[in-house]
């Protein structure tokens, strides 16, 4: 246990236990055993130094050395990848859906634009028409999936 004196970092119990990734009983024991470095400030709450010159992150480093902490955080850490990857692929299926949208706009501003000049009755432009209204089917059809 040190002194306020000796430090100029120091936080509260509740805080460095959430940083540390403890509970705050936790702590408190390993304050009181002296496993981490802090004081008992002078209205009777515990301090918790995470930074001290000469010695970085002492308490930081003798928190993450129980195996415990070690196994949380991998798991922790495991889990956001995993949902990195759902997020990407998310992400590319989106965009692919994105890309299909915008080329079926095209294509329907080109059409409505067609149709809004008069002529003549043309056959060739039903040939025209199946592909984008068939586009616009398929679209519409995979839109309504989940």
């Known amino acids: ?39 008992k400030a002078a209205n009777g709450t515990w301090r918790v130094v995470l930074d001290t010159p000469g010695q970085p992150a002492g308490a930081v480093q003798g928190a993450l050395a129980d195996p415990q902490t070690i196994d949380r955080l991998f798991r922790e850490v495991e889990e956001v990848r995993r949902q990195a990857a759902r997020l990407t692929e998310e992400t590319h299926r989106t965009t692919a859906l994105l890309e299909e949208t915008l080329s079926a706009i095209a294509a329907l501003h080109t059409l409505i634009e067609s149709l809004s000049r008069p002529s003549a009755y043309d056959p060739g432009r039903a040939n025209e028409l199946r592909p984008v209204m068939m586009a616009l089917l398929d679209y519409l059809q995979q839109s309504k999936r989940p």
């Open 1 to 39: 246990m040190t002194t306020h004196d000796d430090h100029k970092h120091a936080t509260d119990i509740v805080s460095a236990a959430r940083i540390l990734g403890l509970p705050v009983e936790t702590l408190r024991k390993r304050l009181q055993r002296g496993r981490i470095d802090g004081f």
